[in-house]
């Protein structure tokens, strides 16, 4: 090798570790009026050129405390971090092996109910199935802040506790057996949470579908295929393929990438038609429920929409139906949408559980990307301060605000 070039290789390295910071600084600037706690992002190969690192980095706080952090699977490092009204705050990036963080996300396959596949944080839990009629998302009430679906998976598929069940049908002991199977189900509140939400053939709590012109929402299929993306400890993401379908004379391939941080109750949603000739339109929403037809809002200026459910007490036994119904509480979904060019409306589609569906709209464009939020808060969920409709239309509003007016992060 020449030995000019090794003298200035070698020059270029020296230089590049006596330029190395010990420390990157981090500025978080809130425009809004309101403080903020959030997810913060910020590119990983920045941090890392800086600090002339390739791994082992943490986050301190204001005060040098280590805080968690993660690197993601797109190149981002997050923290949650907080801000105050119209102010700053700092953190920093430094050398370091990161503590063991506890996990407050995660998600996978459920084998144990065919091809179901569950998400969650510590504030909301979600599922879509792969088979059967129901396509849109389905909601697990939570109040507390663990990581339940294995729990309530696992107490649901009990074999022991279907045996028994069983067992006491055959001898004719119907109401006993429907005792057994509400001590284990997690379709009863057992103090952290429950499942009392109906899906069905509906875009159930914010799923997308394309529309056609003459306003038909074309329902999405079941998802064939998934890869999760990142597990963790404070981001969960998954992309979700759908069928092939015929639109339009070609073929369409829909691709979602569902990503869900701790300490939120919104799921960031990217959707991709690949495939698609022309532009269409592109609808998220929620369904609207027969038991409280009327209760919802419609807010494109502030870019939300937001529901009131009251949950389904027909998956028990009639002689429950009263008793049991009143611990489901109220339900609040809602949907964000950083766009400005939102249309929201009501859509009426009728079926055996549903009167149609709350809807945000816009035109989709091939080769791009429609990205929204969805979300959800309960009203008996102690952990949270949502325990109104009103409550959490300010949710929706706050939040709906953060996206359209992300944090500005300078990294120096």
């Not at 369904?287 to 502030?302: D, F, G």
């Not at 979300?375 to 706050?398: K, P, R, S, Y």
Request: glycine letters at 8%; proline letters at 4%; one cysteine or more.
């Amino acid at each position: 090798m020449n030995c000019k070039l090794i003298t200035l290789t070698i020059l270029s390295a020296f230089s590049a570790l006596t330029n190395a910071a010990d420390k990157v600084t981090i500025t978080l600037t809130n425009t809004l009026s309101t403080p903020r706690t959030e997810m913060v992002e910020t590119k990983l190969a920045d941090v890392q050129r800086k600090l002339n690192a390739t791994t082992n980095i943490i986050i301190t706080d204001p005060n040098g405390q280590e805080i968690p952090s993660q690197a993601t699977h797109d190149g981002k490092l997050i923290f949650q971090a907080g801000v105050p009204a119209k102010g700053k705050a700092v953190y920093y990036a430094t050398k370091g092996t990161p503590q063991k963080y506890a996990a407050k996300v995660a998600g996978r396959l459920f084998t144990e109910r065919q091809d179901e596949f569950g998400w969650e944080n510590d504030k909301v839990a979600y599922r879509i199935y792969g088979h059967g009629g129901a396509v849109g998302y389905d909601l697990f009430n939570k109040n507390t802040s663990d990581l339940m679906l294995d729990y309530w998976y696992a107490s649901e598929q009990n074999q022991d506790m279907r045996r028994v069940i069983k067992d006491l049908g055959k001898r004719g002991y119907k109401d006993l057996a429907d005792q057994v199977y509400n001590a284990y189900c997690y379709h009863i509140n057992h103090g952290k949470g429950m499942d009392c939400y109906t899906v069905g053939p509906t875009l159930g709590g914010g799923a997308n579908a394309l529309m056609e012109a003459n306003g038909n929402l074309l329902m999405p299929s079941c998802y064939k295929s998934y890869k999760i993306l990142d597990q963790g400890p404070l981001r969960f993401t998954v992309e979700l393929t759908y069928p092939e379908r015929q639109l339009n004379g070609a073929k369409v391939i829909e691709k979602r990438v569902i990503t869900l941080d701790a300490g939120s109750h919104f799921n960031r949603v990217a959707v991709t038609y690949q495939g698609l000739p022309k532009p269409m339109t592109v609808a998220a929403g929620a369904v609207v429920h027969k038991s409280n037809p009327t209760q919802y809002v419609l807010n494109a200026q502030s870019g939300f929409i937001g529901y009131e459910d009251l949950g389904d007490a027909s998956v028990y036994n009639a002689k429950y139906h009263e008793e049991l119904a009143k611990q489901m509480g109220h339900i609040y979904i809602g949907l964000l949408f950083p766009q400005k060019n939102i249309t929201t409306l009501y859509k009426a589609r009728e079926n055996g559980i549903a009167t149609g569906h709350i809807l945000g709209t816009t035109t989709y464009h091939p080769s791009t990307s429609f990205t929204y939020y969805f979300g959800t808060g309960w009203d008996q969920n102690t952990t949270t301060e949502i325990h109104t409709f009103e409550a959490w239309q300010a949710v929706l509003a706050q939040a709906a605000k953060a996206v359209r007016t992300p944090l500005k992060v300078s990294v120096k």
